[in-house]
C-alpha cells in the first residue's frame, strides 16, 4: 500500500496488526529547529490507528506548592529538607516545574504534542493532609479538577496515579508500608478519588513501581531511606500488594457500575538477559526477572497467583539458614491470593534498562540482604551504546525480549507502556532523544505488529523537565526544557517535541535526518 507523509495525515490503517509499513510517496522537505530535515524515505513503520500516544509526570516531580493551601508535608518533603546531603546540589521539590500554579501552560504544551492521553499523578497529602479521610483538604480537591477539566476541554484523556511515591509523612511516622494498617487508610484515599475524580478519570494506576519505592525505600536510600534491605523491603512490597488488591476489589463492589475507567498498576521490568549461554546464568537471569518484576506482577497477573516460586523458596531457604523462626517473605493467605490475584484491567509497564546477569555465590551471612537473597550479579556489556547523561546503555531489543516475556507469562494481558524516556544534558537540540525514543518505538511497533503482544499504549517520560528524586534536577528527561532558575520555570520546546507532536498525528515514525 501507498501512503503520503503528511503531518496531518495518518497513514491508513487498514488491517491493523499487517500494515504497518507504507511506502513514501511525495515527500515533504521540512526543516525546522537545527537544521533537521524530513527526506524519502521508502518504509514507514506506523501504529495501529486505535494506538495511543501520551506523556507523563508526577506530583512530587512537577507541582511544587509543598507547603501551600492545606497540603501536608509527605515523606519526599521530610526527607529533602532533613537529609539535603542525599540530594544533588541540596535541591528539592519545594517548588520544582511549578504546575502546581502552571498547569494549564502545561496542558498547553500538551495539546501542541497533540497527545491522546497525560498520566500525572495525585498528592495524597494535598487531598488528605494527614493521610487519613476524616479532614479532606478542599483546594486539594479544587486542584485536580481544574487540571482534569483543562485536559478534558483539550480533548486529552487523564489516567491518574494515586501513588507516586510521596506518602503522607503521619503515616510514615505510623511505620509508613511496613504497618499493614497503611493498607487500609490507602483504600480510604482511593474512595476519596474515585468519590470526587471517577467520572473525570479514563484510566487509574493505583502504585507507580512498587519495586523501586520499596526496594529503594526501605532497602536503600530514596525516602524513607529506610536501608533495611532483606526486611522492610518485603514488607513494604506484601503491604501494597494487599493495598493494591483491596482497592481494586473496593472498586469493583463499590464503583464499577457507575464509572466506565479502568484500574492497574505501574510495574517496571528492565530486561534481564544471561551473561552467558550457561545454565547458571540463563537461571540468575530468571531470577532477577522473578526479583524485580515477577515480585509484584506474579501475584496479580499470573494463572496461579502469590509471589513468584523461586522468589518464594529462596528467600524460605535462606531465612532458615540465618535462624530466622520464619520467612523474611511474609506468606498470603489463600483468599489473600485470590483476592490480589487477576486484579488489574491493564499492567502499566514502565521500561528503561536492560542489564546482564550472571550467578552470584555469596556466602549466607546473618545479615539479611536483598542482593544475596536474589544471588545474581548485575553488570551491562561495554559494548552497548551509550547516550545518556547517567551512562545508561540503550538496548532496545531488551524491550522486545521484556515485551514478549509478559505474553508468555501472563497470558498476553493488556499492556500500556507508562513509562520510557531518556535524562540528556540541558540543551534544546536534543538529537539523542529523538533518536532513543524512535529505537524503541521500532522495536514495539514489532512487538505488537510481529510477537502480537498486546501493547495499546505508549508514553514518554517525561512532559518536561522535573525533580528527579536524589538527582534533583540533574537529570532532565522532558520534551521541554524548564529553567528552574527563572522565577516563571520558563518551559521551552525541544527538538523532540516536534519530532513527538508529528508522531501522535500520523502514529508513524517521522522520518528525520540530520
Ligand atoms: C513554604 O516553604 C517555603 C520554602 O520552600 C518557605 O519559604 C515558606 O515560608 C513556607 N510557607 C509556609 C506557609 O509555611
Ligand atoms: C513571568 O510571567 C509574568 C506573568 O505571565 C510576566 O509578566 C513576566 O514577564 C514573566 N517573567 C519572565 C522573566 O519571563
Not at 533495611?228 to 483491596?246: I, K, P, Q, R, T
Not at 487477576?342 to 499492567?347: K, N, P, Q, R
Not at 524512535?438 to 505488529?449: D, N, P, S, W
Request: aromatic share 14%.
Amino acid at each position: 500500500m501507498q501512503c503520503r507523509r503528511d503531518v496531518n495525515q495518518s497513514c491508513p490503517s487498514r488491517q491493523r496488526v499487517e500494515m504497518n509499513r507504507c511506502r513514501i510517496l511525495v515527500i515533504l522537505l521540512v526543516a525546522f529547529g537545527a537544521g533537521g530535515a524530513y527526506h524519502v524515505i521508502d518504509e514507514r513503520v506506523c501504529f495501529p490507528e486505535t494506538f495511543r500516544f501520551g506523556v507523563a509526570t508526577s506530583a512530587y516531580q512537577v507541582e511544587g506548592a509543598w507547603n501551600v493551601s492545606g497540603k501536608g508535608e509527605s515523606i519526599w518533603d521530610r526527607y529533602t529538607h532533613d537529609r539535603p546531603a542525599r540530594f544533588h546540589n541540596h535541591q528539592t521539590g519545594d517548588v520544582a516545574a511549578d504546575s502546581y500554579h502552571l498547569f494549564k501552560e502545561d496542558v498547553k504544551l500538551m495539546v501542541k504534542l497533540g497527545v491522546n492521553f497525560y498520566r500525572f499523578s495525585i498528592s495524597w497529602s494535598r487531598i488528605l493532609p494527614n493521610g487519613f479521610s476524616n479532614q479532606i483538604n478542599e483546594d486539594g480537591i479544587r486542584y485536580y479538577h481544574e487540571l482534569l477539566d483543562e485536559l478534558i476541554r483539550n480533548n486529552i484523556q487523564p489516567m491518574v496515579t494515586m501513588y507516586h511515591w510521596d506518602l503522607p509523612q503521619y503515616l510514615q511516622d505510623l511505620g509508613g508500608w511496613t504497618n499493614p494498617i497503611v493498607a487500609d487508610y490507602f483504600v480510604d484515599y482511593a474512595r476519596v478519588l474515585f468519590q470526587n475524580f471517577g467520572t473525570k478519570v479514563h484510566a487509574w494506576i493505583t502504585f507507580n513501581e512498587p519495586f523501586s519505592f520499596c526496594e529503594r525505600g526501605y532497602g536503600g536510600l530514596d525516602a524513607p531511606g529506610a536501608q533495611s534491605s532483606g526486611f522492610e523491603d518485603y514488607l513494604c512490597g506484601h503491604n501494597v500488594l494487599l493495598a493494591h488488591g483491596m482497592v481494586y476489589r473496593m472498586y469493583q463492589k463499590e464503583f464499577e457500575a457507575k464509572l466506565s475507567t479502568s484500574v492497574g498498576i505501574a510495574i517496571e521490568f528492565s530486561w534481564y538477559e544471561a551473561a552467558s549461554q550457561s545454565s547458571d546464568d540463563k537461571s540468575a537471569a530468571e531470577r532477577a526477572r522473578d526479583f524485580s518484576f515477577g515480585w509484584f506482577a506474579h501475584p496479580i497477573f499470573s494463572k496461579t497467583g502469590d509471589y513468584p516460586p523461586m522468589m518464594r523458596k529462596r528467600i524460605d531457604t535462606i531465612s532458615k539458614l540465618q535462624g530466622f523462626s520464619r520467612s523474611r517473605l511474609p506468606h498470603f493467605t489463600p483468599e489473600e491470593i485470590e483476592m490480589i490475584r487477576g486484579s488489574a484491567d491493564f499492567l502499566g509497564l514502565n521500561h528503561y534498562d536492560t542489564n546482564l546477569a550472571s550467578k552470584r555465590t555469596t556466602k549466607i551471612t546473618p545479615e539479611p540482604s536483598f542482593e544475596a537473597d536474589m544471588g545474581v550479579l548485575i553488570s551491562k556489556k561495554s559494548a552497548w551504546p551509550e547516550f545518556d547523561s547517567t551512562g545508561s546503555k540503550v538496548v532496545p531489543w531488551g524491550f522486545r525480549h521484556a515485551l514478549n516475556w509478559v505474553k508468555e507469562a501472563y497470558d498476553n494481558p493488556l499492556v500500556i507502556i507508562t513509562e520510557n524516556g531518556i535524562s540528556l544534558e540541558k540543551g534544546l537540540l536534543d538529537k539523542r532523544r529523538i533518536e532513543y525514543i524512535e529505537q524503541f518505538l521500532k522495536v514495539l511497533q514489532l512487538a505488537i505488529t510481529k510477537d502480537h503482544c498486546n501493547v495499546q499504549g505508549y508514553t514518554y517520560w517525561s512532559l518536561i523537565d522535573n525533580f528527579e528524586w536524589t538527582s534533583g534536577f540533574s537529570k532532565r528527561y522532558g520534551l521541554y526544557q524548564v529553567d528552574f532558575d527563572s522565577p516563571n520555570k520558563t518551559r521551552k520546546p525541544r527538538m523532540s517535541s516536534e519530532y513527538y507532536a508529528r508522531l501522535t498525528r500520523t502514529k508513524c515514525l517521522p522520518y528525520w535526518e540530520f
